[in-house]
């Protein structure tokens, strides 16, 4: 009997032993991924955690997503949630704020690429989520704000869904009434967007 119950620790010991961490995705963006004006459990990034858990055991998601961050200050707090977390993905979606107010495209740019640099310095791989502009903001600055999205990944190798809300922006069913955020009924649809280009790197 003694020699059976030393049996059935060790065997839970080396299970104990050999049992896959969880690994991280972490999520930094701004009020398109933090779920504005619906409830949390709506937004694409719960939505993503409910995924993960029925298709990717062993990954969860973490929303470190601020409704108004821009693409400086998620620069900023990115240093200490790479120490905090540890992600092996780190998802930046960033920009629409920066866009919106018309701040410098180089500027943009640079924030962007730092960002790019530090999550892969730390041994994560990176996804970049692209957005568009409303078409008042003129040809000549969408143009350069998408064209940041594909020449960063391209240059450091960084995953890409080049708009964010592909299928969702133009149809009013799934756009709350400020016209720039999805409804509930739309996020499903924001998430399918991301996981197309997410999953690869959990493999």
Avoid at 1 to 15: E, F, S, T, Y
Avoid at 101 to 117: C, K, Q, V, Y
Avoid at 168 to 182: E, F, I, N, S, T
């Amino acid at each position: 009997m003694r020699r059976i119950l030393w049996l059935a620790l060790w065997l839970l010991c080396v299970g104990t032993l050999h049992a896959a961490p969880t690994k991280t995705i972490l999520v930094l963006g701004d009020s398109l991924s933090a779920a504005h004006n619906i409830a949390t459990e709506q937004g694409w990034v719960h939505l993503l955690e409910v995924r993960l858990k029925q298709m990717e055991p062993g990954w969860t998601a973490i929303n470190a997503s601020i409704s108004g961050e821009t693409s400086l200050s998620g620069r900023n707090r990115l240093p200490s949630l790479l120490e905090r977390y540890k992600p092996a993905v780190v998802v930046i979606e960033l920009g629409a704020n920066d866009g919106l107010r018309g701040l410098p495209l180089p500027a943009l740019r640079e924030n962007l690429s730092t960002m790019i640099d530090a999550a892969q310095k730390s041994g994560a791989r990176v996804l970049l989520l692209g957005i568009e502009l409303p078409v008042n903001y003129g040809p000549q600055y969408r143009d350069g704000l998408r064209a940041i999205y594909a020449d960063l990944a391209k240059q450091k190798h960084a995953a890409l869904v080049p708009f964010l809300l592909e299928g969702v922006a133009l149809d009013p069913k799934l756009m709350q009434d400020d016209g720039l955020h999805p409804t509930a009924a739309g996020e499903p649809r924001v998430l399918d967007n991301v996981w197309g280009a997410l999953r690869p790197l959990l493999r």
